[in-house]
């Protein structure tokens, strides 16, 4: 993981490594329109309503490398926040659901399995 000065910034198809401390930011590359990322040092994920998109990365050399599209169970629209507990466990919310939940999601498969926290 980057050191607690350092951090990704999304702003919509772009990502940037950013440097708190230095105020300063890097164009990691053009990527997909999407609602919000997350990551843990080996994954990146970005994600629309029904749809999670993950690539492998490494940090240093940043390198990154579309891995593969994960869909998610027809009663889940994916809401804000996205988090990361591990390479295939992430935290998020289902808008489908008044109130909104947070929910869990395993991306083990290609087809995401979604508990209720």
Request: net charge negative.
């Amino acid at each position: 993981m980057p050191p607690a000065s350092l951090g990704f910034l999304h702003t919509g198809q772009e990502v940037y490594y950013y440097d708190f401390t230095a105020n300063t930011k890097t164009l990691l590359g053009p990527f997909i329109n999407a609602n919000d990322i997350a990551h843990t040092s080996n994954k990146m994920w970005l994600y629309d309503t029904n749809t999670i998109y993950e690539w492998n990365i490494t940090l240093n050399p940043w390198t990154a490398t579309f891995n593969r599209i994960i869909s998610m169970p027809p009663s889940v629209n994916l809401g804000n926040g996205l988090c990361a507990k591990n390479d295939t466990i992430l935290i998020s919310s289902n808008y489908s659901i008044v109130p909104e939940q947070i929910i869990e999601i395993d991306i083990t498969s290609s087809l995401a399995v979604v508990n209720n926290i």
